[in-house]
Structures are given as structure tokens and as C-alpha cells.
């Protein structure tokens, strides 16, 4: 199926060195047999036995469902509502937010800072800004 010089293409020898065959052969389903790419025969791999190994290069093809793209757990804020009045309303509320968080002084665990300041950010966006609706 491939052209390789015949070398390439024996899979047995026999004892004496002066036949050779192809009887080792690669199965795959019909529906993949497009992505098989080359097969060939490797003789320098030593596994002390009259058979020479096969290697075969498979083009992977991956693709991402397009139901599991869709569905977003995440939360979208409502970005094209920032105007001066929203951007100013959100400002004032994170540094609302930021100067209560500083009087916390908790710098021993920096996971739980870390998830103070992502709470803060996102209850002000929520309440500012609000959430995008997907159609």
C-alpha cells in the first residue's frame, strides 16, 4: 500500500537469511484506514526472533463537540453595559469592597486571600454589571 524498497517491506526471514516474506500485517477498522499514514518494517530492533518489528504513523484527528462548547457553567458578565455611569458605580463598589478587605488582615493563607479578592471582584461585576444572557 505504501512504496518503501522491498527491505522495508519483509516482515520474516527465514533461518538462512535468503527468503524473505510479508506476513505481519496491520489491522485497523475501514473507518480509520484513511488516517494510517506509512507502515514499514524496522529490522535494527532486536527482538531476538525472526520477525522484524512494525512501526505505523496514524494522523490523530480530534474535535471538540460542539454541545459541550456551547454549555458554559461559567458566569459572563454584562460588559457591554460599562458607560460612565456603570464603570463609575463599579469602581466606587470594588473599592468599597478592597479598603473592607484591607481591615481583614490575613496574610498567613494565601489561598484564602486569593479567593477573597476573586469573590469581591465578582459580586461587584454581578451587582454593577450584571449577567450576559446567552441566546
Known amino acids: 500500500m505504501f512504496p518503501h524498497r522491498n527491505i522495508h517491506k519483509y516482515t520474516w526471514t527465514l533461518a538462512g537469511g535468503e527468503t524473505h516474506n510479508q506476513i505481519d500485517l496491520i489491522l485497523t477498522d475501514r473507518r480509520w484506514h484513511s488516517s494510517v499514514l506509512d507502515v ?5 530492533a532486536d527482538c531476538d ?3 522484524y518489528l512494525l512501526v505505523t504513523k496514524v494522523r490523530e484527528r480530534l474535535e471538540v463537540s460542539k454541545q459541550k ?3 458554559f457553567d461559567g ?5 457591554r453595559k460599562i458607560n460612565e455611569e456603570d ?6 463598589e470594588i473599592s ?4 473592607a478587605l484591607e481591615n481583614l488582615v490575613d496574610s498567613k493563607d494565601i489561598n484564602r486571600a ?4 476573586k469573590d469581591n471582584t465578582k459580586t461587584s461585576a454581578k451587582e454593577s454589571l450584571g449577567l450576559h444572557k446567552l441566546k
Open 69 to 71: 462548547a456551547q454549555n
Open 96 to 99: 468599597n469592597r478592597f479598603t
Open 114 to 117: 486569593w479567593e477573597n479578592i
Open 87 to 92: 464603570r463609575k458605580q463599579y469602581q466606587i
Open 49 to 51: 526472533t525472526d520477525h
Open 75 to 79: 458566569e459572563r458578565f454584562n460588559l
Open 40 to 44: 514499514r518494517s524496522v529490522r535494527g
